[in-house]
């Protein structure tokens, strides 16, 4: 399922910033209600205080019977809500009908009170807070003695001032946010763009390229995090690369090599064409024979060459454990019919316990290979040795023989595909020690050819050092 990263990287940080400020909101609204309490419950108290300290200044003045005579009398009116209102409009602020005083004495008689105040007390509590109902609202209420017992003052506030103020500060930080937000929408927006312009950069440089533009990606100020894709886009443009080159190279020297075997059985099918001579015929039909069958052979390396790719075989085979030992004795077991033709002898020596991993098929070829070539340039009644080595985490393998050899300055050069030793009279088709040499890298082993202490011809030592087959791409 395809989806745009583009979309999810936007709606991400768009949820993000929302949860957050959103979080922020109501974490701002909780503490203002906290504060917004904290405050008017002070003030409150304050003005208890206050009222307290007038009615004592008022009591040592002899005035507060005056006050209580007028407290009185204006118990029997009617509370007028509009008439009272309109005096508080001109004279002072609305929200004095929000609040509301009390002073009581000791024997339950009212001294004083607001005009918005009720006749009975406002708060059943000797001291304290309290939350009341009365003139139909809700209303948050202290109360407090004076020391001496004589005078209880009562104040009180309409709790809807509180979140009035509560609901002011939340929108003052609500509607900005709200206001902001398409804002920073755009802003992600470009910005998230602007980084994924790098991969569009990308993306374009290849979809303009043809199968054969496999040069390497080249980008000025590319992201940190965005250079391991370019690195491995690089890799693998360079191993696809190398893969084209082989293959075309591989082609062209399989077309060079098969062309001469297949010139000289033409020229073999012409003469049997245009000879009335039976000897002849004959000649040539065994010419033909062995043309096909070195182009068989050819044919087979070429192929066995081509299924020795690393990258295909660390593709699609796995590492596994094997007993060097063991693959030796089949190899040796298969290509003893044409030893024995030759009258040679093959003999395997040194430990029987090595344990190596590595690619099975690989190993059997290079194996094959190695005991083919020295059977094919070993002389008639000749001899083959074999031999394994390990120790200190090191494996060694000894193939010697009793033939020709082969001189220092053609040895490194026949390691290399379709290179045969100068004057060889065998009817080779040069790869196999390629072959040997493939697997040897493949395995990470190396390879020497030298000339046999033991038995006086050729010795391809192959040594590893170490037994386990590093994991790579």
């Known amino acids: 399922m395809k989806y745009s990263l583009r979309n999810f990287l936007l709606i991400s940080i768009l949820l993000t910033l929302i949860i957050v400020g959103g979080t922020t909101i109501w974490g701002g609204y909780r503490a203002s209600v906290h504060e917004v309490e904290e405050l008017f419950d002070a003030q409150l108290s304050r003005s208890a205080r206050l009222i307290l300290g007038l009615v004592i200044a008022e009591v040592n003045l002899g005035h507060i019977k005056e006050f209580s005579s007028e407290v009185k009398e204006n118990s029997f ?3 007028d809500k509009k008439n009272i209102e309109q005096q508080i409009y001109q004279q002072g602020h609305l929200y004095e009908l929000k609040i509301a005083h009390q002073v009581w004495d000791t024997y339950g008689n009212m001294l004083i009170r607001s005009a ?4 009975q007390p406002m708060s059943p509590l ?16 202290f109360s407090l003695w004076d020391t001496h017992h004589e005078f209880h003052i009562i104040t009180a506030e309409r709790e809807d001032v509180r979140n ?3 609901n002011k500060i939340t929108r003052q930080m609500t509607w900005p ?7 920073l929408g755009g802003l992600v927006w ?4 602007r980084g994924l312009r790098p991969l569009e950069r990308i993306a374009s440089d290849i979809a303009v390229r043809e199968s054969e533009q496999l040069h390497a990606l080249e980008f000025e100020h590319i992201p940190a995090e965005i250079q391991p894709l370019v690195d491995e886009l690089n890799h693998l443009f360079e191993s696809l690369r190398l893969s084209f080159d082989k293959e075309r190279q591989f082609t062209s020297d399989a077309a060079h090599e098969l062309r001469t075997p297949l010139a000289a059985l033409k020229v073999h099918l012409q003469l049997i064409q245009s000879s009335d001579n039976d000897a002849d015929k004959q000649a040539a039909l065994l010419a033909i024979s062995q043309g096909v069958e070195r182009a068989s052979h050819l044919v087979d390396q070429l192929l066995g060459l081509a299924r020795l790719d690393p990258q295909a075989i660390r593709a699609t085979q796995k590492i596994t454990q094997l007993n060097l030992h063991e693959l030796c004795v089949n190899q040796i077991a298969e290509i003893y019919p044409l030893a024995n033709d030759k009258n040679q002898t093959i003999s395997l020596q040194g430990k029987e316990n090595i344990i190596i991993q590595g690619y099975i098929y690989p190993l059997e070829a290079m194996l094959r290979n190695l005991l083919s070539n020295a059977v094919t340039y070993t002389p008639q009644g000749g001899e083959i040795m074999l031999e394994l080595n390990a120790s200190a985490g090191r494996v060694d393998i000894w193939l010697h023989d009793s033939g020709p050899g082969i001189p220092p300055e053609q040895r490194s050069d026949v390691l290399r595909r ?5 004057d060889n009279m065998h009817s080779g088709s040069g790869i196999g020690l390629s072959i040997v040499r493939r697997v040897a890298e493949l395995h990470y082993m190396q390879v020497e050819l030298l000339e046999s202490p033991i038995l006086g011809g050729l010795c391809v030592h192959l040594y590893l050092n170490h037994p386990e087959i590093p994991r790579t791409k």
């Not at 470009?190 to 763009?193: N, R, T």
């Not at 379709?418 to 100068?422: A, I, P, Q, S």
């Open 77 to 79: 009116k009617v509370f």
């Open 116 to 119: 918005n105040a009720p006749l």
């Open 126 to 141: 000797e001291s304290g807070y309290a939350n009341q109902v009365f003139n139909g609202e809700k209303w948050r209420t």
């Open 164 to 166: 009035e103020l509560v």
């Open 177 to 183: 946010f709200l206001l902001l937000l398409p804002m």
């Open 190 to 193: 470009y910005f998230v763009g």
């Open 418 to 422: 379709f290179r045969k030793v100068d």
